[in-house]
T-cell receptor, first 114, second 111 residues
Framework: DAGVTQTPRHEVAEKGQTIILKCEPV?????LFWYRQTKIQGLELLSY????????DGGAFKDRFKAEMLNSSFSTLKIQPTEPKDSAVYLC????????????FGEGSKLTVL | GMPVEQNPPALSLYEGADSGLRCNFS?????VQWFQQNHRGRLITLFY???GTKENGRLKSTFNSKERYSTLHIKDAQLEDSGTYFC?????????????FGTGTLLSVKP
């Protein structure tokens, strides 16, 4: 079975650009999560979907970050406009949901904003 | 304080040594997961525990919800065990399956 797939693996953007990161969860999983990882802040939850419905939009990340789940097998995270402080690794994870919260992570998309 | 406190922040071991990592929780958690982040950046699940103890090869993990802690024990450390280890706990009370991550332990295993 394929795991969680994220593209692109690396992205370099100029300040002010719009970037879109993509994620394909494990087939059959109902929950999808977007996390941001930096050395200083560690892992921070950006968005959480259950059965394609947005359950959590990450509070502080709302203004320039928008996650969407167009169908059960594809999600995007749009950052618009990008700022240098957005440089981080963006991780997507999925889980079956229900009573089990075991997460499966993708390899991440490393974003560098100049 | 932090809802999930992970220690130590860094750990250096020689091959063959045994050691342990610990996470303390400020509140009762429903479950805990332990991950290893490899050199490619992927977080690999080592354990998922709702209670008790699990073993897998040279690794053993315990979760005590009542006492609010979890441990990960590494036996006979190998070079390939190097990486960053995270615990992540799922709270109760309608938090869904959202996880709260510890700050990680950077493990270096030396020959």
């Amino acid at each position: 079975d394929a795991g969680v797939t994220q593209t692109p693996r690396h992205e370099v953007a100029e300040k002010g650009q719009t970037i879109i990161l993509k994620c394909e969860p494990v087939s059959g999983h109902n929950d999808l999560f977007w996390y941001r990882q930096t050395k200083i802040q560690g892992l921070e939850l950006l968005s959480y979907f259950r059965s394609k419905s947005l359950m959590e939009d990450g509070g502080a990340f709302k203004d320039r970050f928008k996650a969407e789940m167009l169908n059960s097998s594809f999600s995007t995270l749009k950052i618009q406009p990008t700022e240098p402080k957005d440089s981080a690794v963006y991780l997507c994870a999925s889980s079956l949901g229900g009573n089990t919260g075991q997460l499966y992570f993708g390899e991440g998309s490393k974003l560098t904003v100049l | 304080g932090m809802p999930v406190e992970q220690n130590p922040p860094a750990l250096s071991l020689y091959e063959g040594a045994d050691s342990g990592l610990r996470c303390n929780f400020s509140t009762t958690m429903k479950s805990v997961q332990w991950f290893q982040q490899n050199h490619r950046g992927r977080l690999i699940t080592l354990f998922y525990l709702a209670q008790g103890t699990k073993e897998n090869g040279r690794l053993k993990s315990t979760f005590n919800s009542k006492e609010r802690y979890s441990t990960l024990h590494i036996k006979d450390a190998q070079l390939e065990d190097s990486g960053t280890y995270f615990c992540a706990a799922e709270g109760g009370g309608g938090s869904g399956n959202k996880l709260i991550f510890g700050t990680g332990t950077l493990l270096s295993v030396k020959p």
